[in-house]
Structure formats: C-alpha cells, structure tokens
C-alpha cells in the first residue's frame, strides 16, 4: 500500500490490511458499544424499569470519539493520533470546497420542498427551527460533529475502508455502518427520529458517498465533512425537511439519492482528489489539499 492515495484507487487485491481490519473492527465495536449503551439506559427507563437515564447527548455522540481515540491509539501509537488531529484541523482547502461543503447537503432538501410545493402541497418551513436561528445551529453543529461522530466515521473509519476497498465502496459501507449506529434512537419516544428508518438509511449511504467524494478531495480534512453533517443538520432543521409531509420526506430521499448517483459517475471518473495519507501516516501537506 503506497503511503499516499488518491482517486479511488484501493489496497492491491482489495484486500483490507490487517491493522486496518483491526482499527476498524475496535473502533466499530466501541463506537457502538459505548452509544448503544448510553442508549439502553434510556430505552430501560421508558420500559419503566429503572427511573434514570445517562443523558445521550453529549454521552451517545462523545463514544464515537473516545472510539476514534482509542482504536487510533492502540494500533497506530502517536503518529496516528498526530495525524488524526491535523486532519481535525485542516482548514487550508480551496474555497469552493467550503461552498461545496454548505451547499451540497442542502440542495436535496430545497429541491424536495420546492417540487413539493409546486405540486400543491403545503408546509411550514419554520416550524422547527426559526430562520435566524440557522447559523448559531450551523455553528454549534459543526463544532459537536467535528469533536464526536466526524472524528469517527471520517477521521477513522473512511481512511481505513478506503485503504482496503477504494472510495465508492468505501463510502457506501461507512453509510451502512453509519445509519445503523442511529437506530437506538428510532426505538425511543422523546428524539426527532420518527420518520421511517427504511428512508433514512438510504439517505445516509447516498450522504456517505457524497461526504466521501468531499473528504477525497480536501486531502482527508474531517473538518470540511464536518461543516458538511452541520450543514445538512442545519438545512433539514430550518425547512423542516423530515417532519412534514411523508411525500416530502420521500422527495428528499430521492433527491439526495440522484446527488449520490451524480457524484459516484464523478468519482469513478476522477483523477484529480488530493493526495490523502494511508492510515496512521503523515497528513498531506496544505499545498497538497489546496491543488484539488
């Protein structure tokens, strides 16, 4: 495995490397352990069998990093773990990666509502989240994502299934990996989970192979995939994307699953991604994510 990769180019034979299997099956099996039985707690007490919970959040979402940090740790050392705070703070990419970063996550959801309203549906766009509330939500959103799950999921996971299987697939299975890390919550009554999990587990395998294809062209910056989640986070809580209508819920998966389809025809395409480092060795200079 070359110490640098791009495009979509996997690990010879796609075969994933040993340390890679092993960071990933570590950092799955904490990630989930550690949520799931921040989880537990909650769906015990509304069973009525115990009067307390542990609170999910921060707890739920803080056992993705305490994952990242552990399964760097023990099969990378320090310079894993170097390289996983650089790629935290890589912030030095071209501006239209920034404007893909906000952009992208919402066009699905304006999409949806405008073709929902043009065919005589009704909804109220601010039901949820007041419009001059959006960038106080972005920002603390990305500050949450960038320090829990992104730290995860695309500070670790994707390097070590990209090694393995390339980009697309890569980013399909993180999805898989992805949404079913979410579904204690549709099995509790007091979060916003109420739509259809069936829905939402193609829309996070279609955002997984959007955020892929970003992530591969800022040189791994989690940063970027984590304005990105805020993003998308920010657009589906001002317009009220997933709590009106079930046709609208349903136009947004289907337009977020033509955005996938558009971008994996790209990514399979594509020869110009930043370089991005195999896991656990040096993070690409800035220079390097700049020239994408």
Known sequence: MSMMQTGTAPAAGHQMPGRNRGTLVVFSAVAYGLSWAVWGTALVQQAGWI????????FAFLAVSVAAVVSTAVFGGRPALRSLGARLVLWRVPVRWYVAAVALPALPAVAALGLHLA?????????LVPLAAALPLLLSQLVL??????????????????????SLPA??????????????????????????????LVMVVSISVVMTWVWDHTG??????????????????????????????????????TLAAVV??????????????????????????SRA
């Open 119 to 127: 065919l005589g549906g009704q909804h109220d766009v601010h039901a």
């Open 171 to 200: 980013g399909l299975l993180l999805g898989l990996l992805w949404a079913g890390w979410h579904i204690p919550m549709f099995l509790l009554d007091d979060t916003r989970q109420t739509y259809p999990f069936a829905g939402f």
């Open 51 to 58: 009067g307390w919970s542990v609170p999910a959040e921060p």
């Open 220 to 257: 791994g910056s989690v940063l970027i995939v984590a304005l990105f989640h805020a993003a998308m986070n920010t657009a589906w809580a001002v317009l009220n994307i997933l709590w009106g209508d079930d046709r609208l819920f349903w136009l947004c998966v289907a337009f977020t699953v």
């Open 145 to 166: 994502h960038l320090l829990t799950e992104e730290a995860g999921w695309r500070g670790v996971a994707l390097p070590h299934l990209r090694a393995g299987f390339g």
């Open 264 to 289: 994996a025809v790209r990514q399979l395409r594509d020869t110009t991604a930043a370089p991005v480092p195999a896991p656990g060795v040096a993070t690409p200079t800035a220079g390097a994510a």
